[in-house]
Each structure stands twice: as C-alpha cells, then as structure tokens.
C-alpha cells in the first residue's frame, strides 16, 4: 500500500530553469515531509523537511510547498543546476522513526 | 565522519545460500535502520533499532531474515537461505535521538545484493 506517491518517474528541465517535483500522500496521520537526494551509487542523502504545521520551508535553492487539504507537496529547485541531476525521493512520517518514501522521480538538468 | 559504513558494496551469491550484511553506524547515532530498495516496492523499512535494541522488525519479509545489532557500532542483517526475489539494493541509516522528523537519517552507500 503505497502511501507517499510520486507519479512523475522522470523530469528534464534546461539549467537554470526551474524544476518541480510533484508529491501526493494518503495518510493524514503524517506530519512530517522530506525530500532525499540519491545519485547513482550512493545512498539517498537528505535535502529538506517541513512540518505539517506549515505550508512552505525554504532553504537555499529548494523550497518545499505543502498543501494539506489536498495531500500534496512540491520540491521547487530554482535554478536548476547540472548537479541537480539525481534521483529525488518524497518521504513522509508519523513517529519518529519509520519513513514511507514515494518510488522517486529522476531529474535531469540539461546544459 | 566516515558516514555509515556498509560492506560489502556488492554480493552475488546462488539460491540456497546464507548472506550477511554488515553495517557500521555514524559514531553517536543511537538508531539504526535496514531499508530495502526493489524496483516492485521501492524502499521499505525492514527493521529499527534504537540503543541496539530491535523496536520494529514489521517490515522483516520472513524467518529468513533475521537482523543482530550486538553493540552500538555495528549491526549485521543476514537471509538464510537466499532466494532470487531477495535480489536488492539494501540500505542501513542511522540517526541521533529525535531528529528523524526534522533530519531524516544518514544513509550508508548500500549493498547490492544478487542472488542467481
């Protein structure tokens, strides 16, 4: 039962443009959001989070959007850069142990 | 920071055959995670320690996994006897007391595991 969906398996976007990465969720037990970061090879590495108690977190290039009535969140990345380039998961929980990722959307920033 | 720490990064064994996983945590994180990465299912949690305790073995598939985690430092996750469908990337995190919600947790590079 996949409760953390991401439907979009792929994005290409041009560098410097923005990318959106889409995240729908089922359980309204969440509260709290991640986004990890996978390169080929390496293990997911974390981006940033954001509580159910707020609607937006930003932290440099990346800015998380939530919108709870619609069980929805968004990673912006603004610009997109080469290195960008990687597989992003949308992870979700509700302790503080067991996170229930999406299956990923890869990312390509192309020159 | 050496990070997590997982050997070996790949195993190729047959059917039939005991594997073992081994797994050394970051220096000072009390919670350790299995995670199994699959095409079919994604990443799921096999099984959290906390303080080398087992909290939840939920997600352990079968009594051929069994997961030890005899001290703070390392923790091993074996299948006996391997099957082709334990075919997988495994993954072990680790991360400081109450930090999972706002931090997520620092995983190790993975062992991708084939089992013919």
């Known amino acids: 039962d996949q409760q953390v969906k991401q439907n979009s398996p792929s994005l290409s976007v041009q560098e410097g443009r923005i990318s959106i990465l889409n995240c729908d969720y089922t359980n309204s037990m969440f509260d709290y959001f991640l986004w990890y970061k996978k390169y080929p090879a390496e293990g997911p590495t974390f981006l940033i989070s954001i509580s159910s108690i707020k609607d937006k977190n930003e932290d440099g290039r990346f800015t998380v959007f939530l919108n709870k009535s619609a069980k929805h969140l968004s990673l912006h990345i603004v610009p997109s850069q080469p290195g960008d380039s990687a597989v992003y998961f949308c992870?979700?929980?509700?302790?503080?142990?067991?996170?229930?990722f999406g299956a990923g959307t890869t990312v390509t920033v192309r020159a | 920071d050496a990070g997590v720490i997982q050997s070996p990064r790949h195993e190729v064994t047959e059917m039939g055959q005991e594997v073992t996983l081994r797994c050394k945590p970051i220096?000072?994180?009390?919670?350790l995670f299995w995670y199994r990465q699959t095409m079919m299912r994604g990443l799921e949690l096999l099984i959290y320690f906390n303080n080398n305790v087992p909290i939840d073995d939920s997600g352990m598939p079968e009594d051929r996994f069994s997961a030890k985690m005899p001290n703070a430092s390392f923790s091993t996750l074996k299948i006996q006897p391997s099957e082709p469908r334990d075919s997988a990337v495994y993954f072990c995190?680790?991360?400081?007391?109450?930090?999972?919600?706002?931090?997520?947790?620092?995983f190790g590079s993975g062992t991708r595991l084939t089992v013919v």
């Open positions: 220096s000072g994180h009390n919670s």
């Open positions: 995190a680790s991360s400081p007391p109450g930090t999972t919600k706002n931090y997520g947790y620092t």
């Open positions: 992870a979700a929980t509700t302790n503080d142990y067991k996170l229930s």
